[in-house]
């Protein structure tokens, strides 16, 4: 099988961040993962994108502009041809630098909104931050760049839906993600705390319905898989169009691809871009069709869903070449409906959320307090 073309390069800059939500992506044992990659390897890794085909370089983390040499980064994905995208909270340092990373070549922004209001952003990220982030948002459209909204959405925000709404149509957002929580790393820890009631999500998807009718902006809403029945594309197919590149050089086909132990991923400052999409064991473990089995193989999803993620069949089956689990076809589907039940059984006192008084060092708190000693 060829090798297909990459289109998207995920720029993973640092994991470190100042908010600690319950339901972050950076992986568990993201603060063991050196930053070790400079400015000058970033530049690198762009231009490799390029000569592979790559339009678009989301600049993520963490929280990317945590790091000082953004300005730098953005110049170089520019210089690459590369459309930046910023991937951001919108917190710390990100309002003063933003005038110099739109001269210096950035195209637009993504804003992390946790909640409408400061007692949900609380509990969900450890504090709110809601006025530091109106102000940056204005500033991203004084500045003439396009403004997506995203927010994370769980039990405790889904009956704000609208709000949601009204705040992207205040601040003259182009695209507002209202994005299901998808229960993986640390949402899945906090699974019990964040799955939604019964009838929330139906109440939610009434309330997207009747504003994507009132038109004057974009409204994505994306269902949950473990609740869907069907999983989702995950990555669009592992190693098909995206690659991640981790704060310290892996490359990786998704944000969580060493959660699979014994797959072999590449470092990029060691081996470089082109040799760790095309070459790498582990980019090629679940390319294409040929590692499927039953009840995959032969279905005719595959083309669609690609069997779902990778990720989630292990974490929930222990193999991660089953068909995801999340898919009513599964033989193991009955996992996820246990989770479910499990997760969504009135929890009397409600779940801690592991954050910054989880005893996990790892946990996104031990990250907000070494963000706070470098700033
Ligand atoms: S803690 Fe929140 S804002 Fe920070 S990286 Fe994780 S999800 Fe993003
Ligand atoms: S059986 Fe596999 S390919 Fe078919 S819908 Fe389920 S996960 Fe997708």
């Known amino acids: 099988m060829s090798t297909p073309r990459l289109l998207n390069l995920v720029a993973e ?42 339009l678009h370089v ?57 909640d409408v209001d400061d007692e949900g952003a609380r509990w969900i990220a450890g504090r709110s931050h809601r006025e530091e982030k109106l102000s940056f948002a204005r500033r991203v459209r004084e500045l003439g760049l396009p403004l997506v909204l995203n927010a994370v959405l769980h039990r405790r925000n889904l009956g704000r839906v609208r709000r949601f709404v009204e705040l992207a149509r205040e601040l003259g957002a182009e695209r507002l993600e209202l994005a299901n929580t998808q229960y993986h790393g640390f949402a899945l820890l906090n699974r019990g ?51 991640v590149v981790r704060p310290d050089g892996l490359v990786l086909p998704c944000h969580a691809a060493t959660s699979i132990p014994g797959l072999e991923f590449w470092s990029v400052k060691e081996r470089g871009l082109v040799a760790c999409w095309e070459e790498a064991p582990g980019m090629n473990a679940f390319r294409g069709e040929a590692w499927m089995r039953a009840p995959c193989a032969g279905c005719d999803q595959r083309h669609r869903d690609f069997g779902g993620c990778r990720c989630q069949a292990f974490a929930l089956t222990g193999d991660a070449a089953v068909a995801d689990p999340a898919c009513a076809l599964s033989p193991h589907h009955p996992a996820v409906l ?33 963000f706070s000693r470098q700033s």
């Open 193 to 243: 705390a964040l799955l939604p009631r019964p009838g929330q999500l139906a109440e939610a998807a009434a309330v997207v319905a009747e504003e994507r009718a009132r038109g004057g902006i974009e409204i994505v809403f994306v269902l949950p898989d473990l609740l869907a029945g069907r999983p989702k594309p995950c990555m669009g197919g592992w190693g098909r169009k995206t690659a």
């Open 13 to 54: 800059l640092t994991y470190r961040c100042p908010l600690r939500c319950a339901y972050c992506s950076n992986p568990l044992d993201f603060a063991s993962v050196e930053e070790c990659l400079g400015a000058e390897d970033w530049r690198a890794a762009f231009r490799q994108a390029a000569g592979l085909g790559a």
């Open 58 to 114: 989301g600049l993520s983390g963490g929280e990317p502009t945590a790091r000082r040499d953004l300005p730098e980064i953005v110049e170089a994905a520019a210089g690459a041809g590369l459309y930046a995208h910023l991937v951001t909270a919108g917190v710390g340092r990100a309002l003063r630098i933003l005038p110099e990373l739109r001269a210096r070549g950035l195209r637009s922004v993504q804003l992390s909104i946790q």
């Open 338 to 370: 246990r989770l479910r039940e499990e997760a969504l059984r009135e929890p009397s006192p409600e779940p801690r959320l592991r954050g910054p008084d989880a005893s996990s060092s790892s946990a996104p708190g031990a990250v907000a307090r070494s």
